[in-house]
């Protein structure tokens, strides 16, 4: 038997049972919002972490900079202060050579130097005058050399060349150990110590 069209009305599906006609955005636009900010934040991580990586990849390239850096540093100091021992003891011997030549060493300034600018100290070796800069900071070294403000000598500039000089420098000592040996005085064989056997 059929139902009677003027029946009560049809019921009505339960609020919890599915719906077709409304769709999951109509019924939870919230939850759908989330997911999909939840979807995007995660594929932005993704995106970044290369990037996070990189960069903490830079922090041991740094570090080994530093140590780079530091460890130079320590080499140029140690340089400095070999070049300072060495520009005082060069002055020290300098101020001795002249001393050794009293009658021909001079403390002169240097060519275009002003008066406490770099000076020269020439003297007559091997019967050749030759020269040396000094900076103003050995000049007291000096004080026993005389003090010319003109230089002595016909030379171009400042003096011969540095390969000269040293060449001539080379000459001259090979000469003075050369006479030294000629005109020493032989030692008496029996003032020269006897060598001892070396024991075991």
Known sequence: MSASPTGGPPEEPPS????????????HPRADRTGL??????????????????????????DDCRRELARWQR?????ERELTRVSFERAHLLAWLAALHPSSAVVAPA?????????????VAGGRQLSWRLPPRDIPLFAHVPYTERATGHLPRDGPTAA???AHIRSHTRLLALEGTLFAAPAPACGRPQARPTEH
């Open 111 to 123: 060519a275009g130097a002003g008066p406490d600018g770099t000076h020269l100290l020439r003297l």
């Open 16 to 27: 919890d049972a599915p719906d077709a006609h409304r769709s999951r955005a109509d019924r």
């Open 164 to 166: 000269e000089q040293a």
């Open 75 to 79: 080499h140029a100091d140690s340089f």
């Open 37 to 62: 900010l939840r979807r995007l934040l995660r594929a932005r991580g993704r995106a970044d972490r290369p990037q996070t990586a990189a960069r903490r990849d830079t922090s041991p390239d740094l």
